[in-house]
């Protein structure tokens, strides 16, 4: 049953530009999401009797710069990847589609002939007749008040009519989904912003065939509307529209615009189709579209109530991924598995802060403006900034930190030299000028000692007699051994695939230390708190801002340590895989002796309140051993040289603990099992594998990876850089890949085909392997 507050297509979809578009992103989720959209509206006529509207004319992407040509570049080859077909053409081409367009400052377009627009309205309606057409019931005119739950589980909603009773809810509220979600305690942190466009009077000669142009260089996209110019607008600077709530009663109103404001994006916009600025104007029209803080959709189960699930935030590509998102939707609750990677999208990303007024009003004003900014691989949000931070920030700062935004945390990027405020340069795809800064950290870990601040870790105590039973039975891994060790493991769902990858330090018989990343925070906090039964004595408690996180890493950690402990650091004493409680000065930490980093290292988990101190000793100790202080980027590389995963970015809840070539750290002799076994054993006994996770280093120590870059085995393609980084001990660029073949992927088979990695156009030889090409016997970690 589908309950709308007013009539269908009242908010924000009556206004939509109905722009059908599948370039555009390296996501293969959302990518996949377009492509099912598109596919979907092109033959929902002939199953409903109602056209959506959708007219293949073609779309362009403009690009009149270098650093956007080589961003769609990269774009284009992993959309050709997965299956659109785009080319990229020269500016004299664009002409002759589109011959009003002024293309004389043009390097390039890309070119999707089976893209178009589609009519939002026509669409919808479409949808809900063959919503109908299968049984669905869908009532106009009903706003729902609020859920009705317990136990913390949906079970229906309330109506001013009454209430309903049901298994599952979700929120598809559109703008008005924070609001909603506010009245049973769920976070969906999203913001109205004023959305522009402008129709011009008729223009002689302007065919409704042309294909779609997009602009992101003028701020602009173009099509023909009844014998007019469309321009679209997504200013680089955008206002945000009530931020205290929008009125129950809004419906089909219209804003009225801000000339003033708008002016110079418009007439940077037109000027892409000069004869629109010599046409009279028919509407200047603006209206409501709402955005997230990252600009990625809002969706899933919501972390705060079982069985809430939430589809929101689409960012103004709601027409063009709204089919395909809700196929994902309806085989996620049916079934438990969404069908894709959704990681990125998942609405247990966000926290609760992110839904304060001033966070929304300070982000929205960048956020919608990242729509049509270049997407450097190496930008930072910059708005909204310093709502986290580390006990010893300031010291850091002190020490030349650039920080980045990391779910909210200031984190140090890099570091210039200490005393000043680094200056980050030019963004780009190449290298930029604090490469010879990272390569100096990097180069530190690996020789001497480094200091890495990694507070922004989600760290949770779980105690109780039933404590170490229950981790045990969601971790494939055993971490309910001898006290005093840590355990990487995963956790996975039945199917065998990853729900998170972390550690799990048992301290004693009945307290265990779960740490995570910063991106799977709430993720990981609510598997446990839905796998642990209510009647168990089991308690999960998030420690994450009580105690700072200070890793100290690389071949001279254990001399600078020793010099500021009385505890035995030594190999004997300490193993590898230890965890004890050290004194540093006046301080007490939990030291862990683990790396992500490849090398000789500790965790030191330190109280909030002693952290400047321990800080402090170890700095003014390390002085004597060349300690250099480490950011984000370093740990990047040093971890892809080493090929360890990073869930969310390289592996994520599609892949299999096998595929992922983590099959080394799953106990399946362990007694009791784990949830996803019988998965896990199915996929052993069905042979030898077909999809591995592989390593890939260029041989070309110049170019690049990050993200998306198309990779082939013998000039076919067999998968994509996950995640990229550069090995600055490896000498080039370093990705992972999760390949795919019809036959077994082993090293033989690896060894026996030529690879090469597709750059921005250009294609480079590179070595694959399936170890680590870092140390693969993992000797200088237990040194």
């Known amino acids: 049953m589908l309950l709308e507050r007013d009539r269908l297509t009242s908010g924000t979809t009556w206004h939509a530009a109905g722009l059908m578009v599948t370039f555009g992103s390296t996501s293969e989720t959302s990518t996949e999401m377009r492509k099912y959209t598109r596919d979907l509206y092109s033959r929902l006529e002939a199953e409903t009797g109602l056209s959506t509207g959708f007219k293949p004319i073609g779309f362009i992407e403009l690009a009149s710069d270098a650093d956007r040509l080589e961003e769609y570049r990269r774009v284009s080859a992993f959309n050709r990847y997965c299956g659109i077909d785009v080319h990229e053409i020269g500016p004299s081409v664009v002409k002759e589609l589109f011959p009003l367009a002024r293309t004389d400052d043009i390097l390039a377009g890309f070119y999707v002939k089976e893209d178009g627009r589609a009519d939002p309205v026509g669409a919808t309606m479409a949808l809900a007749k063959g919503a109908r057409m299968q049984g669905a019931k869908i009532i106009e005119g009903v706003p729902v008040t609020g859920v009705l739950k317990k136990r913390g589980v949906v079970t229906g909603v309330t109506t001013a009519y009454g209430n309903i009773q049901a298994e599952y809810v979700v929120n598809c509220a559109g703008a008005w989904a924070r609001q909603l979600g506010e009245k049973s305690g769920v976070n969906i942190p999203l913001q109205a912003a004023e959305h522009y466009y402008l129709i011009t009077e008729t223009i002689p000669g302007l065919s409704k065939d042309w294909p779609v142009i997009e602009d992101p260089g003028c701020y602009g996209y173009y099509r023909e509307e009844v014998g007019g110019l469309m321009i679209g607008l997504f200013e680089p600077v955008c206002a945000p529209w009530k931020i205290g709530g929008i009125p129950e009663d809004f419906s089909f109103g219209e804003i009225p615009p801000d000339w003033d404001r708008m002016g110079p994006y418009l007439e940077k916009a037109m000027s892409r189709v000069p004869v629109s600025l010599n046409t009279g104007v028919k509407k200047f029209f603006c209206g409501p579209e709402s955005f997230t803080p990252d600009l990625k959709p809002i969706v899933g189960e919501a972390p705060e109530l079982k069985n809430y699930f939430v589809a929101a935030g689409l960012n103004s590509i709601g027409i063009l991924t709204g089919g395909g998102l809700g196929r994902v939707l309806a085989q996620w609750i049916l079934t438990g598995d969404p069908g894709a990677d959704v990681t990125g999208i998942h609405i247990d990303r966000l926290h609760t802060y992110q839904s304060n007024p001033e966070y929304r009003r300070t982000r929205t004003v960048e956020s919608l403006g990242m729509v049509y900014q270049c997407h450097y691989p190496t930008r930072s949000m910059m708005t909204a900034r310093g709502a986290k931070r580390s006990p010893v920030h300031d010291r850091l700062a002190a020490q030349g930190a650039y920080f980045r935004d990391v779910s909210g945390w200031e984190s140090p990027d890099w570091y210039g030299e200490p005393g000043t405020t680094p200056d980050p340069g030019p963004l780009s795809f190449g290298r930029q000028q604090w490469f010879p800064s990272w390569a100096a950290e990097h180069k530190a870990t690996r020789e001497g000692v480094i200091l890495m601040d990694m507070s922004f870790m989600a760290k949770f105590l779980v105690q109780g007699r039933d404590a170490g039973r229950l981790l045990n039975h969601i971790s494939a891994n055993n971490v309910d051994g001898p006290s005093g060790v840590i355990t990487y493991t995963q956790w996975l769902n039945e199917r065998g695939t990853l729900e998170a990858d972390l550690t799990v330090t048992k301290l004693d018989d009945e307290r265990y230390w779960v740490v995570a990343s910063d991106t799977a925070h709430r993720h990981v906090e609510t598997w446990m708190r839905r796998h642990f039964p209510d009647d168990s004595h089991a308690f999960v408690t998030d420690v994450t801002s009580a105690w700072a996180q200070i890793n100290v890493q690389g071949p001279r950690s254990r001399e600078l340590l020793q010099s500021v402990t009385t505890a035995d650091l030594s190999n004997e004493a300490f193993p590898f895989r230890g965890a004890r409680e050290i004194d540093i000065g006046f301080a007490r930490a939990l030291c862990v002796r683990i790396t992500y980093l490849g090398e000789l290292g500790y965790e030191l ?179």
């Open 605 to 783: 988990y330190i109280p909030a309140e002693q952290a400047m101190h321990a800080y402090e000793r170890v700095v003014e100790a390390g002085k004597q051993f060349g300690l250099r202080h480490a950011g984000l980027k370093a740990l990047a590389s040093l971890r892809m040289e080493k090929g360890y995963r990073d869930y969310g970015h390289d592996i994520d809840n599609t892949d299999s603990v096998l595929e992922a070539g983590l099959g080394f750290a799953v106990d399946l002799k362990k007694p009791g099992g784990f949830i996803g076994k019988e998965a896990v054993l199915a996929k052993k006994a069905a042979g030898p594998l077909k999809k591995r996770m592989i390593q890939v280093l260029v041989q070309d120590p110049e170019p690049m990876l990050f993200h998306a870059e198309v990779v082939r085995r013998n000039g076919k393609p067999v998968g994509y850089v996950r995640a990229g980084s550069y090995g600055h001990t490896l000498g080039g660029a370093v990705g992972l890949v999760m390949a795919e073949s019809h036959e077994p992927i082993d090293a033989a088979w690896l060894e026996s085909g030529q690879w090469d990695v597709e750059i921005a156009g250009k294609r480079y030889p590179v070595t694959a392997s399936l170890r680590p090409l870092y140390d693969p016997d993992m000797k200088r970690i237990k040194i």
